[in-house]
Each structure stands twice: as structure tokens, then as C-alpha cells.
């Protein structure tokens, strides 16, 4: 019988769609489970490939001794995407965020590990002081654990630039399947591309776009370097925390083959409702409470209050959000939402 690591990792390596998911919280800043567990639900009746838990659209403030959230969190996914395989003989990839120097990391890794997660998302967030000597270390340790997938976050949400080196040693650590490309910029996601593509573990390194102002686009996208050839297979997301129904149709098309003019043109209104939604107007800082926002305006989420009080849609973020919903209704999943809740699915 095939193991549940071969299952998941064929599917990694075949490509998947994996939201990254929000908290849901009432409007006292309690956690809200069963919203928590309906939006679980939507995202598994949406076709959703799996689900990345405690990763920055989850709020990083879970982790904080007042909340005390994490790994209540990481078990209520858990739970419920087990009773989804279950209920449909699916394998689903559970991946759980990981973050904060080597120790912590590790100790984030481990009740994942128990938990039944697949892999850990790495974040560097916060650890620009340290070298990437120190970061490929901590790589190794957490592998030790579970699988890993290496993460490029963009630095205007904590992350820094690596170097070609960095991703060529990254890719040759054992137990690492993925990585997560998010710096938000061609240049370095070329290289990301590129040392994957030339490494002696290439094909076991599955290439995953978040990249939320380019998604499409990275894939659409095949790199040729010389005879080495290497792509995103799939989407790591927090962009794909919302309107998910039509974005899985997307990247259902994006995986059969070449770019159409259709997908290029969707392509461009897909960055544009992610500069709403992203609140990229105001260098991200509404980026979280605008995926909450959409989610509580559709009724699965009972408030869209953060852990954080003082985090909240910025100056006219609802106002972009109206204006790319009113253009792009096709990009939308309002239908699909309350006919989800109407017949009891959650």
C-alpha cells in the first residue's frame, strides 16, 4: 500500500492548490471554531488540494502567550480535513507554518508532526540578522522532523533577499520537497527557478508561486535554462483564501498547457483584485484584514476582527474591494458561497 508521504508528495509534485487559511475570530477577539471549521469546509467543497495552517494569513499573533492559539489551531484544521479524507477517501496536503530561530521552529514542527501535518511551511520572517549559513542549519533541523517547503518571502512583510547560493543549498537539503517563491519580484524569482532547475535534486523539487500580484503568470510560465527546464507547479496562497471556487477553475486551465490570450487578460484582473484585496496602496499593512473582510462579507466568518485590534482595513481598502468585485463579478464567488451555506454544507 502506498504510504501517506508517497501520496502527498506525488501530489506536491503533481501540483496543487493550497489556500493559506485565515483566522476566524469572534468580534471579543475570542477564537471562533466553528467558523473556523465552516471555512475549513468551504475550502474542501471548493476542491481545494490541501490547506497551509498557522502561516501569516493565520495571524503570526497565534503564537503569543495571551492568545495561546497555535496549536489549538493547527488541531481544529487537523480535525477537520481528517474527517474529509475520511468522508471521501482523498489525501489532502496538511501543511502547518513554522517560524522564529532554529529552537522554536522546531518546537512549531513537532506538534504538526503529531498533529498528522505533511509538511512545515519555513518562514525566515524576522531573521534578516541572521546568516544564511545559520538559516540552511535550521532547515536541516526542521527537516529532521517533517518535509519542508523553503519560503522566499517579500521584504515588505519581513522578509530579506537571498542569494543564488542560498537556493542552490537549500535544494540540496534532503527532506526538502518544495519551496514557496512569495519575494514578489521576477528578478529573484528567476533565480529561485533557476537553482532549482539546476539541481542534482530537481525533480524533487516542487515549485510553488505565492507570488500574489503575478499568479497566473508564474503558471503560465516554463524557464529553459539551456536543457535544464523547471516551472511553478502550483500555489501556496493568501490570495487564495477567497473567491476560491473560480480562482480553482483558473488554475485548472493555467495546468493544461500554454497561455491563452483569455488566461492573460484574467491574469492582469487577478493582480488587480489582488491590490484591493492586498492593500498594496498602503505597503500591505491592510493585507490580512482584507482577506477577513471579503470572508465576513460573505457570511463565513462571523466578524473580521484580528488578534490585533489595531489591524484593519486601511483608508478606501472597502472601497477597491467594492470597485474590483463590481468589475470582475467572474472572479467572484458570492453564488457559490451561499448556496454552500443555504444547503448545510458547513
Known amino acids: 500500500m502506498t504510504s501517506r508521504k508517497a501520496k502527498v508528495l506525488k501530489k506536491l509534485a503533481k501540483g496543487a492548490f493550497l489556500p493559506a487559511m485565515p483566522l476566524a475570530l469572534y468580534e471579543d477577539g475570542s477564537f471562533d471554531e466553528a467558523s473556523q471549521r465552516r471555512l475549513i469546509r468551504y475550502y474542501m467543497a471548493a476542491e481545494a488540494d490541501g490547506l497551509a495552517v498557522a502561516v501569516h494569513t493565520t495571524q503570526f499573533e497565534i503564537r503569543r502567550p495571551e492568545h495561546n492559539l497555535l496549536e489549538r489551531v493547527l488541531a ?13 477517501g482523498q489525501t489532502v496536503v496538511k501543511i502547518a507554518g513554522a517560524c522564529g530561530p532554529a529552537e522554536q521552529a522546531v518546537s512549531e514542527a513537532k506538534p504538526a508532526k503529531s498533529l498528522g501535518y505533511d509538511a512545515v511551511l519555513l518562514s525566515p520572517g524576522g531573521l534578516s540578522h541572521r546568516s544564511e549559513e545559520y538559516l540552511l542549519a535550521r532547515t536541516k533541523e526542521v527537516a529532521s522532523v517533517l518535509p519542508v517547503v523553503g519560503f522566499y518571502l517579500q521584504t515588505a512583510v519581513g522578509g530579506r533577499r537571498f542569494s543564488y547560493d ?49 499568479i497566473l503568470l508564474d503558471l503560465l510560465t516554463t524557464y529553459h535554462f539551456g536543457d535544464r527546464t523547471k516551472g511553478f507547479v502550483g500555489g501556496l496562497l493568501g490570495h487564495w ?56 462579507r460573505q457570511g463565513l466568518l462571523s466578524s473580521p476582527r484580528c488578534l490585533n485590534p489595531a489591524e484593519v482595513l486601511s483608508k478606501g481598502q472597502a472601497e477597491e474591494i467594492d470597485r474590483v468585485c463590481a468589475l470582475y463579478p467572474h472572479l467572484t464567488d458570492d453564488g457559490f458561497v451561499a448556496q454552500f451555506l443555504q444547503e448545510g454544507l458547513n
Not at 481544529?76 to 471521501?88: I, Q, S
Open 166 to 214: 542560498y537556493w542552490q543549498k537549500l535544494c540540496d537539503i534532503d527532506n526538502v520537497f518544495a519551496i514557496k517563491c512569495a519575494s514578489f519580484d521576477r528578478y529573484s524569482t528567476t533565480e529561485v527557478v533557476r537553482a532549482a532547475a539546476f539541481s542534482p535534486r530537481a525533480d524533487k523539487i516542487a515549485l510553488y508561486t505565492g507570488n500574489d500580484d503575478h
Open 241 to 296: 483564501a477567497v473567491w476560491v471556487k473560480p480562482a480553482v477553475e483558473l488554475f485548472r486551465k493555467a495546468k493544461q498547457g500554454l497561455p491563452t490570450a483569455e488566461l492573460l487578460t484574467l491574469a492582469a484582473q487577478v493582480t488587480d483584485m489582488n491590490a484591493a484585496l492586498f492593500d498594496v496602496a498602503n505597503d500591505f499593512v491592510g493585507c490580512i484584514a482584507g482577506v477577513n473582510e471579503v470572508l465576513y
Open 76 to 88: 481544529v484544521a487537523a480535525d477537520e480535513l481528517t474527517r474529509f479524507e475520511e468522508k471521501t
